[in-house]
């Protein structure tokens, strides 16, 4: 290589490297080859494409405008190509994987998009970018997510978890998922009266991967349980029909074989092969019957059973007669004493707060003004009222008696 050109054999050892590395030009397609396979893409291309109508329906309840989310668009990048692609400061809802499958993810927007997301959320429509705005986009991700997993889930047979969602404006080197190979799902978002937007969710390789892993492994194992059916009922049944018509031949051969036995004993003279002939009609004899076994399980295997006769239960009525004794023993309970209790309302309160409880703490209880407050015995509600002012003191006004269905049902 002294005059600076190349000799036939080191142009082979190049050529073949070339071909060793997959073609690799610098492309999402090229770099598929160290990320993901082009199988691996298409498996997260059907996945999430399925996902994104339910991240239309949340987000479009979270805004509560009509947002339509498109296809995504499913890319294997390295580092440096996905960060050409966002502009210099981003904002990233960062939530990883932590359960079912284990890895970096995160939602990432630009500026412009963030306030987009946010300004319908707030309901401003000149919103700044402020610690507001960027919670906004923070919740709105976590709604998004926590239906994205839910569908992931159902697809792959597993329970997926996340991270409580953390949102920050950040210069885009500083992205939190990590590898040399990420995978970028850009999600094409209408926004009803707000303009349209990218929204661009990052996977860690290792996500991906083990997402596509999952789903090969679910489509295997439904192919296999459909392999293993069970055979179908007609089949089974026709294949019942078959014996008993297998039985039923069985008589007209024992119906021969008897007539061969008729046969037999005309032959009588010739001897031995008259008496085994005879033999063979005692044997058509019991096949005969055999016959008629089959015949007679037919109808019974076709027969249905009747209906069952259902009738209603009467109990019977308790009687109303109660004896002096019992009267007697009934009385001596009017002078026992009880508690009654009327009750204007509850409500509850965390410790926090009722230890800031002072003078001129107002508590607002789970009654409506003019409401009827409730009469208890023994903690019992048997009745409903309205507060009265009797001379000086309060009084309850009974307006309803509870029923003893009534009763049952609080307790």
């Known amino acids: 290589m002294s005059d600076g050109s190349l000799s036939q054999d080191e142009i082979d050892a190049l050529l073949m490297g070339n071909d060793s590395l997959g073609g690799m030009d610098g492309s999402s397609d090229g770099f598929a080859a160290e990320g993901l396979s082009s199988s691996e893409l298409d498996a997260l291309k059907g996945l999430f494409g399925k996902v994104v109508g339910n991240l239309s329906s949340t987000l479009s309840g979270i805004m509560s405008t009509p947002v339509s989310i498109k296809a995504p668009r499913i890319e294997s990048l390295s580092r440096t190509d996905l960060m050409s692609g966002l502009s210099d400061e981003v904002v990233e809802v960062k939530m990883d994987f932590n359960k079912g499958i284990s890895g970096g993810h995160a939602f990432v927007f630009s500026p412009e998009n963030a306030v987009k997301i946010a300004g319908p959320m707030i309901g401003q429509s000149d919103v700044e970018l402020d610690g507001t705005a960027i919670s906004a986009v923070g919740e709105a991700v976590s709604q998004l997510t926590g239906a994205e997993v ?17 949102s920050q404006k950040m210069a885009k080197g500083l992205l939190s998922p990590g590898g040399d190979s990420l995978v970028k799902i850009t999600y094409p978002v209408e926004i009803e009266g707000h303009g349209s937007l990218e929204m661009i969710e990052i996977l860690e390789s290792s996500v991906a991967s083990s997402l596509a892993s999952k789903l090969g492994s679910q489509s295997t194992a439904s192919n ?14 026709g294949n019942a029909g078959g014996m008993g018509n297998q039985m039923g031949n069985s008589g007209g051969m024992g119906q021969q074989m008897g007539n061969m036995g008729g046969m ?42 009747p209906p069952p006769n259902v009738q209603g239960v009467q109990f019977p009525e308790f009687g109303a007669n109660i004896s002096p004794s019992e009267q007697r023993n009934i009385g001596l309970l009017m002078d026992v004493s009880m ?16 230890l800031g409880i002072g003078e001129g703490t107002i508590i607002e209880l789970d009654k ?10 023994n903690n019992n509600l048997i ?13 309850v006004r009974v307006t309803d008696i509870v029923s003893n269905l009534d009763r049952v049902g609080e307790t």
């Open 150 to 166: 839910t569908a992931i889930g159902d697809s792959i047979g597993a329970n997926i978890m996340t991270i409580s969602p953390e």
């Open 224 to 237: 296999d349980m459909s392999g293993m059916g069970m055979p179908d009922m007609s089949q089974q049944m």
């Open 264 to 305: 037999g004993q005309q032959m009588g003279n010739m001897g031995g092969m008259g008496q085994q002939m005879g033999n063979m009609g005692g044997m058509g004899q019991q096949m005969g019957n055999m016959g008629g076994m089959g015949n007679q399980m037919n109808p019974y295997m076709m027969q249905q059973s």
């Open 339 to 354: 508690e009654l209790t009327v009750e204007l309302g509850r409500t509850k309160w965390q410790i926090k707060d009722i």
């Open 368 to 377: 409506l003004a003019g409401e009827p407050v409730d009469i208890l015995v």
């Open 383 to 395: 009745a409903k009222g309205e507060v009265v002012v009797i001379d000086e003191n309060f009084g």
